[in-house]
């Protein structure tokens, strides 16, 4: 109860505040990490293998950076099954990778009284980090649920419950890391409804409202833009189905990538979405007649149950990036005009996708099961968040006076489950 009534003091407080505007508080020269308070969707969650689960949050990027600069950064952490059910690789030769058998137990935190630092929730975009709230509907969608265990406790009364940017708040912090934004392009993509994408002036009039909130607080804040989200391997270029399948030599010319893309009878620039590459290959090797169907199952039942497009066209991935570069440009600016270190992730994965991430003499790629992306195709494996740890750490250590240590990419990768 006390807790619900200290929120609601805070909320109204947070309402005053902005309604008149006042002074904001100084910032220090050196960020203080002492209050570190991480906000986002499922990458700053550290989800992996589509699932919040307690075993692999500890993992993420976040987690990884309060680590090495020895501060708490307390997490929603979820048992076993985990929300949703944790993918698992059974077998490699066929690929098989299915949901843990299980169901979540209720209340589906281990610890409900565990106030979180990181609440950062799945599935949820810019908008919706303003104005989602807990729910005790059990139809309710899966990102509303994911928002239920992550904010909802320990709240006494879910009705009560904040957002998550009423949360970070409210939880008077000394540092921010916020990164939203990439549900706003990534979610239309993978289940190809673009027409979802969110509009610009809604994308940047949300953004401005989030960085109004926590930057009242005297915060440092730290923003992060959004990456080209055809380069995770949920998508296969046509090249890149030439060189995994071999079906091209050690060598792989436009002319053979035409004749693959004319044998799946899709366009030589498009992208096979991830429940389309077992067709791929049957189609290929000759099991199966191309060329590949309109549409395939959803891989990822929380995202969509109903059929998916198969293919990513060209012109949709083009259309996709264009969205992301406009939303990148808003992240951009306002994080100038409110003061906030804006960390480039766009470029770290663009680097990446082009030239690959050697570790311990092995070369990882982007490419599925390529060792930085777990079995969903689009959340990093242990190694992927340790090198966006990382990136975070140098750029906060050249420009906020922080001292905070590298993350040893190389002792991570050595007991990574998912580098083959």
């Not at 989800?47 to 307690?54: D, P």
């Not at 239920?148 to 904040?162: E, M, N, Q």
């Not at 991430?357 to 930085?372: A, D, E, I, R, W």
Request: aromatic share 6%.
């Amino acid at each position: 109860m006390f807790k619900n009534i200290l929120w609601v003091t805070r909320a109204c407080a947070l309402s005053a505040t902005l309604a008149f505007a006042g002074p904001k508080p100084e910032k220090k020269d050196a960020a203080d990490l002492s209050r570190l308070v991480v906000m986002g969707d499922s990458l700053s969650a550290g989800v992996q293998n589509f699932s919040l689960l307690y075993s692999t949050q500890p993992n993420g990027y976040a987690s990884l950076i309060a680590a090495q600069a020895k501060t708490p950064l307390p997490l929603p952490l979820v048992p076993y099954p985990g929300a949703p059910n944790v993918l698992q690789l059974t077998s490699l030769k066929p690929l098989v990778i299915q949901p843990a058998p299980g169901t979540l137990p209720s209340p589906p935190r281990l610890n409900p009284f565990q106030e979180a630092f990181n609440i950062s929730v799945p599935g949820i975009t810019v908008e919706q980090s303003l104005t989602m709230r807990p729910t005790r509907d059990p139809n309710a969608p899966a990102v509303q649920q994911w928002a239920t265990i992550v904010l909802g406790f320990p709240s006494l009364y879910l009705d009560l419950a904040p957002t998550q940017t009423e949360t970070a708040f409210a939880l008077f912090p000394t540092t921010v890391i916020e990164w939203l934004g990439n549900n706003d392009a990534l979610v239309p993509a993978l289940i190809g409804q673009l027409s979802g994408l969110t509009p610009i002036d809604q994308f940047q009039t949300s953004y401005r409202r989030v960085l109004d909130v926590i930057s009242f607080t005297g915060a440092t804040v730290i923003t992060a833009n959004i990456p080209d989200v055809t380069e995770v391997p949920y998508f296969t270029s046509v090249s890149s189905i030439a060189q995994q399948s071999g079906a091209c030599g050690s060598v792989v010319m436009p002319a053979c990538v035409d004749q693959i893309a004319k044998t799946l009878g899709i366009g030589s620039g498009d992208y096979v979405r991830l429940s389309g590459l077992t067709l791929v290959d049957e189609i290929l090797s000759g099991t199966v007649k191309g060329p590949l169907p309109s549409s395939c199952p959803s891989p990822l039942a929380a995202l969509t149950t109903s059929p998916i497009a198969c293919v990513l066209t060209a012109a949709d991935a083009v259309t996709i990036r264009a969205a992301i570069a406009a939303y990148n440009g808003v992240i951009a600016n306002e994080s100038t005009s409110h003061g906030a270190l804006m960390i480039d992730v766009h470029s770290l994965v663009d680097q990446i996708a082009a030239d690959g991430y050697t570790v311990n003499g092995k070369m990882l790629n982007t490419n599925f099961l390529g060792g930085l992306f777990s079995l969903d195709g689009i959340h990093p494996t242990n190694t992927g968040y340790a090198i966006i740890a990382n990136y975070f750490i140098s750029a906060m250590d050249s420009n906020l006076g922080t001292h905070i240590p590298q993350v040893d990419v190389a002792a991570i990768a050595a007991k990574d489950p998912l580098i083959f």
